[in-house]
């Protein structure tokens, strides 16, 4: 994309109904994205069908759900879940009785890692097992789900497959740095990025966020043909992050988290959905803002993008609703702070000529740098440091906001999009959050 494509209307369209099939391409831990999409097909009487990417044995073999498993991933989901593992990614697999990827980083340490060469012939064989495993298990997942969905009716599949760091120690050590170290224990992301390490772990990102969604709409072909033949419609949307804009000053402008590992593997899910959209295929990627989740946590000062939904509340309606939503995130801080001292401190992180430096999009994602540790990380401490209860941000609230926000817009425009990449910015969210709320 040369330029971001945001949504500016709230869409009213819906093509679902009772009958219709929803169907989650990635299994539901906790809290996140996809309860938004899954709450709205819920709403129109949709029939709701999740997958799993199963589990871990004691020797790392990848396993089916137990009969206990089960039950409490498909009461998590409120639906069922066919039980054929789709675990995504390479980093565990490799040819019968060979080292998995894994295997080979297990010595790396944090003294010698960006000197440790690893073998990408072998790696590309392992790399090759892992997508037949996961193309195999697509094809048993979609010919049980055949049966599944009524002729003539719609389907939805919501793609929310991302991640792909191999568990091994050493990488833990490694992010702390690049993503919240400052000083002496400042990392450079470009480090990671031209090690083998990186290599491989952008390998693993583009597996796993991306190749998965080709996989999805690739492997429903038959589904997809029958329901068209038959007067049904099928749709494919999918969670992308590639900045958003966001109130600086009085203007909505794109900004971004900078240093993020997976941007170019989210640019990749971006070039699926527009090969498909060619093809005459409605496939989405929705670039949605940042929030602070279990996952996200690592990126110290991604959330501090978020912190100016409140001044978009204000301008896109600022009723009674909105007010309230000032005053709890101005409840969670400590006497002598305020939620305008905060965004005064955001709004000068912002307009800092560091921060400025970033927000070009035609070079996203950019590397790290000393300088934008030191302002990145030191607002975002700074700002911690306002509330009365580390446990309780406003951030949290927000996150909820924008949670919130996010499904109905995704649910309703997928009906009819306007096009293969769109952006969900701060504008929209609030627009759609006043309304809910008014």
Not at 224 to 247: D, N
Not at 345 to 362: A, T
Request: glycine content about 8%; charged content about 25%.
């Amino acid at each position: 994309m040369k330029q971001p494509v945001p949504l500016r209307t709230i869409p009213q369209t819906n093509i679902f109904r009772k009958g219709d099939v929803f169907v989650l391409f990635g299994e539901l831990f906790g809290r996140g994205y996809a309860n938004g999409l899954i709450n709205e097909a819920r709403k129109v009487g949709m029939t709701i069908v999740g997958v799993t990417v199963g589990r871990r044995d004691e020797n790392n073999a990848l396993r089916a759900l137990t009969a206990e498993e089960h039950a409490a991933a498909e009461a998590n989901l409120g639906g069922r879940i066919i039980n054929v593992p789709l675990m995504a990614g390479f980093d565990l697999d490799a040819p019968a009785g060979e080292p998995t990827p894994t295997d080979m980083l297990g010595n790396m340490t944090l003294k010698g890692w960006q000197d440790d060469k690893l073998d990408f012939a072998h790696i590309e064989k392992c790399h090759a097992v892992g997508v037949k495993r996961f193309k195999d298990s697509v094809a048993k997942v979609m010919a049980e789900l055949d049966g599944m969905i009524p002729d003539g009716s719609n389907a939805f599949f919501a793609h929310t497959m991302a991640g792909g760091i191999p568990k091994v120690k050493v990488f833990l050590a490694i992010a702390n740095r690049i993503y919240k170290g400052r000083g002496e224990r400042f990392l450079s992301s470009r480090a990671l990025l031209d090690s083998d390490l990186g290599k491989l772990i952008l390998m693993n990102f583009d597996e796993v966020t991306a190749n998965t969604f080709q996989y999805l709409i690739e492997g429903s072909a038959v589904i997809r043909a029958r329901l068209e033949k038959s007067g049904g419609q099928v749709r494919y949307t999918a969670y992308g992050y590639h900045g958003t804009e966001i109130l600086i000053g009085d203007q909505y402008q794109w900004q971004t988290y900078s240093n993020y590992t997976q941007g170019q593997a989210k640019m990749r899910l971006e070039r699926i959905a527009e090969e498909a959209w060619a093809k005459g295929i409605k496939a989405t990627v929705y670039n949605c803002p940042e929030i602070r989740t279990n996952s996200s946590d690592i990126f110290v000062g991604v959330e501090l993008s978020l912190f100016p939904l409140l001044k978009a509340l204000k301008k896109e309606g600022d009723g009674t609703w909105a007010k309230s939503q000032w005053q709890a995130c101005d409840e969670l801080l400590q006497e002598g702070n305020s939620i305008a001292s905060l965004l005064q401190k955001i709004e000068d992180y912002n307009l800092n000529g560091v921060s400025q430096h970033y927000r070009d999009f035609s070079t996203w994602p950019m590397d790290n740098s000393v300088e934008l540790a030191d302002l990145m990380i030191g607002t975002s401490d700074e700002i911690t440091q306002m509330h009365k209860d580390k446990k309780a941000l406003v951030t949290d609230i927000l996150s909820a906001l924008v949670l919130e926000g996010t499904g109905p817009l995704m649910f309703r425009e997928t009906s009819n999009p306007a096009g293969p990449v769109l952006w969900l910015n701060h504008d929209i969210i609030a627009k759609q959050l006043n309304a809910m709320h008014a």
